[in-house]
Each structure stands twice: as C-alpha cells, then as structure tokens.
C-alpha cells in the first residue's frame, strides 16, 4: 500500500471559476437547503473524490495518489480527511446560515481483494478471507484511478466548460477493455444552469463501478463516511420538510446490472435513535434509493419477505404489514437489507453487504410503482429510463418519512435528517463491459 501523496496531486482539483462570481437565483418555492440552488451560478464549485470498496483507500495510483481518499490505515485516514478539508478552505463560499463548498463527483470501485483485510466487516476489523464473494483480478485490484483534469475555462461565445475523467485500468496500452469515467460540465455565461454529463464504462477488471454526483454536508458525517467531510447543503434536510427538483436525461442505462439511482439519499443513525458520533461499531448508516432501471427485478416479494421492509405505510399513515399478501406493494421494493449489528430483526431476514461501508448500512431500495404517486416518483417501469428525460420534483422528505428503517425496539425514533442526497448509477458486477451515459441539471433541495 502506497503512502506516498503530495499535497500536488490535489491541487489540480480544483475549480474556481472566480473571475465571475454572480448571485444564485432564488427558489421559487421555498428556501434552498444547497449552496448553489438549481446549480445555476456561474462560479461553479465541483470536488472529486474516488473510492474504494468500503469508502477507504485501497492501492494508490502512480504518480496520483488517492484523488481523495480515506485509508483503513489512520495515519494516511487522517491525511485523506486533510485533504478534503484543505480543499473545502479553497473552495468556501460564504453564505447564510452557513459557509459551503462543492457539488461532490464520487466516483467508487467494487473490487474487493479479501485477502488485504482492508475492509472492516460492519466496522469491526477483520482478518483476511478467502476470495470468491467479490470481483477481485487479482492483488492491486483495489488500486485508485487516474484522473485527469480539464479546468473550468470561458471559449469564445460565453460557454464554460470543464470535466474530470479518467480510468481505473492503470495498464491500458497491454489491450483488452478499459474502465472510463468523464463528468464534463457546461454553462453560458449569466443564464441557464450548469448541465453535467456522466459516462461511466465498465471492464473486465473494474465490473462493479459507481458515479455520482452528491449533495453533502458542509461538515459532519456524510452518508458512507466516519469523519468530517465537506459539501454543499449549507442545511441538513430533515424528512418531511423538503423536496428535490432535479432535471435528468439518460442517454445509455449501464445494462442490466445498472442500478440507476434517480434519487439516493444517506444519513447515519445508531440503532438507539442516537445520533452517529463517527465510533463505526455503533454507527450505522442508511440509504434509500429509487431505481429507474426497467430490468431491475423486484427481489422482494411475497414468497420472499426477507427482502422487504417488515412494513409499509401509505401516504395516508395506514401500516402496511410484509405478510399481508393482498395489499402489501412488493413490486414497489427491489430490496430491503437490515443493518448486520442490529439486535432484535423480524424473521426472516437479509442483512446488507458488511464491507462496502466503514460502518454498517442499511439500504431500502424502491422501484417505480403507483404507490410512490402521491411524492411525485416514478410510478410505473421505464420513468425517468432513456427516452423519458425530464424535470422531477420529488418529495423526497415526505416519502422518507414513512419508509422503514429499523431502530431497536422501545427506542425514541431518530430525526431523519439526510447529510447526502445523490444521483447516479452503480453498475453492480457486470459480465459484460457496459456504458451509462445521463446528465444532470437544475439541482435543487428546497426546504418546505
Ligand atoms: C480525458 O479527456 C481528455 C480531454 O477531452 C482527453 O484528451 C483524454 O484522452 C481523456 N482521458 C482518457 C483516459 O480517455
Ligand atoms: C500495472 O503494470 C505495472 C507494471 O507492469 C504493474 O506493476 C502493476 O501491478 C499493474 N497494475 C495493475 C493494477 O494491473
Ligand atoms: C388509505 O389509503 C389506502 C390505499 O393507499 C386505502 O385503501 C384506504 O382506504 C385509505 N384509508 C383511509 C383511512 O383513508
Ligand atoms: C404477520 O406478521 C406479524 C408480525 O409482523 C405477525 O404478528 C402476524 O401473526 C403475521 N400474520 C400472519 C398471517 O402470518
């Protein structure tokens, strides 16, 4: 495992278009939890950061070390949250009630080599294991990308324009596939907004590939991390009292593997109700992600309620039980996953993946369906998928209000409050190299 990083290899993540720093235009709706509401203003801030299978560091690139990066190892740990903290101090822009910094491009490998023990197993370390569970080419297979950076630059008629890209495959010249990633992002001078185009392939080597482009705090825990971090919600929206608008246009879906996330959001709360203080044995993160991708199966159903929720509640408030086969909306639950330190489940039951996190997760995973009508989502296969561009305004905090997560019993219920709020795909362990292709634009997260 390499160590070596210069405080170089982040310094060209920067940008700072701040020849131009004009006003962001207010909300029509409502006071903006982000920064930058509806990613209109021409001073764009955009970070990146590249992850490993449990959201550390695996192998470092030559001469690119983590592009921002955590490490299972504290001392470079300590250094990767340097880094995110130094780059937010350059990027900050003063506002009320709070500084914020960036939009946040993540962009995360799959690979797990189980026989490093880098990954802690729902936050406990572990020793290494035998191979088989997780795409792995071999050792090094964790190793960070190469990342190239065109800097934000204003050409002759008034457009701004700049991108990240780059690659996974460190040895791409000896043939065969190679993984790719690009987020370009264009803008005219003083009108419209920031568009964001994604492209994300998958190889051979690198199957299980993620992208996205994040919403997070502007400090604190952000969904997936366990130290301070760096963002763009200058509030924390809190269920039910906010909306996302957003405009998405995707172009190629990533095959059947691409879970395409039209939403993902992410908090962290202990199974108590507590709030999480970064202590990865207790702390536990959740997801919620609707999945626009017409292949993606509903894993939940009534022959299998180990991958629903142990209930639903509709909009009106009725409670939903998982085995009441008339009326509970299976089709509505890709999958449900319980946090793997959580004490007193309902039988049966599936616990989420322990290593691809710092901490334990819990994911509750919804598919289009007439139910979620009532909050603006996607109701029916193939919204939101290729050919179906458009501008969403979801409630996203009164839908998160009534989903599932587990807390032990007799516990007083956690505040919901989401610290990241994401779009994009996680192609989950290809057979096939696989391309997705979308933009994003209008961003916005509205207090209500
Ligand atoms: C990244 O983009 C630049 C500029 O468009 C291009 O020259 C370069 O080939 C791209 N990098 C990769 C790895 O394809
Ligand atoms: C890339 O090639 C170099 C030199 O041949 C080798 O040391 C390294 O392990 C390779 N890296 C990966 C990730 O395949
Ligand atoms: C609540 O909504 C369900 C359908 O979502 C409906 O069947 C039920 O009658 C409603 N109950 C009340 C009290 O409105
Ligand atoms: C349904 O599940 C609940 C527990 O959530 C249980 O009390 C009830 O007996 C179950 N009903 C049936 C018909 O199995």
Redesign the pocket.
């Given at each position: 495992m390499a160590q070596r990083v210069t405080y170089s290899t982040i310094l060209p993540l920067l940008v700072t278009a701040n020849w131009l720093v004009l006003s962001g235009v207010p909300s029509a709706n409502g006071a903006s939890a982000v920064g930058d509401p509806g990613m209109r203003r021409d001073g764009l801030r955009v970070a990146f950061e590249a992850w490993n299978f449990c959201n550390e560091v695996g192998q470092e690139a030559p001469d690119m070390g983590s592009p921002r990066a955590a490490d299972c190892f504290d001392l470079s740990n300590l250094y990767a949250v340097e880094k995110e903290l130094y780059l937010g101090s350059l990027c900050e822009i003063s506002d009320t009630p709070k500084p914020w910094q960036f939009w946040m491009v993540m962009l995360k490998n799959g690979n797990y080599d189980t026989n490093s023990g880098l990954c802690p197993e729902n936050g406990k370390k572990v020793p290494p294991f035998k191979p088989g569970r997780f795409p792995c080419f071999g050792s090094g297979c964790m190793n960070q990308p190469i990342l190239y950076h065109q800097p934000t630059a204003l050409d002759g008629n008034g457009i701004m324009r700049g991108g990240f890209n780059g690659s996974y495959d460190l040895n791409s010249s000896t043939g065969g596939s190679t993984s790719y990633f690009e987020v370009v992002w264009e803008k005219k001078v003083g009108s419209g907004g920031w568009v964001f185009a994604h492209k994300l392939r998958t190889s051979r080597k690198y199957p299980w590939l993620m992208l996205y482009l994040r919403a997070d705090a502007t400090k604190g825990y952000s969904g997936g991390y366990h130290y301070d971090t760096r963002g763009i919600l200058k509030t924390l929206p809190e269920s039910p009292n906010f909306k996302v608008r957003l405009s998405l246009d995707i172009k190629q879906g990533g095959g059947p593997k691409s879970q395409f996330y039209l939403i993902d959001i992410g908090s962290c709360w202990k199974n108590n109700g507590a709030r999480c203080d970064g202590d990865v044995l207790t702390d536990v993160t959740r997801y919620s992600e609707m999945i626009v991708n017409p292949e993606t199966p509903a894993w939940c159903s009534s022959t299998n309620i180990g991958n629903c929720p142990?209930?639903h509640i509709t909009p009106n408030n009725t409670k939903i039980?998982?085995?009441?086969t008339a009326h509970f909306p299976y089709g509505a639950y890709h999958y449900y996953c319980a946090p793997g330190n959580a004490q007193h489940l309902?039988k049966p039951y599936s616990t989420c993946d322990p290593y691809s996190n710092p901490q334990a997760q819990e994911l509750l995973q919804l598919l289009p369906h007439p139910i979620w009508r009532e909050y603006g989502y996607p109701t029916k296969q193939g919204d939101g998928w290729i050919g179906n561009g458009r501008t969403w305004e979801l409630d996203v905090g009164g839908l998160s209000s009534r989903l599932y997560f587990y807390q032990d019993p007799g516990s007083p219920p956690a505040r919901r409050i989401w610290t990241s709020i994401d779009v994009g795909t996680e192609v989950f362990v290809s057979d096939q190299d696989q391309v997705a292709e979308w933009t994003l634009s209008d961003f916005d997260v509205i207090l209500t």
């Open positions: 142990p209930y039980l998982r085995n009441d309902e």
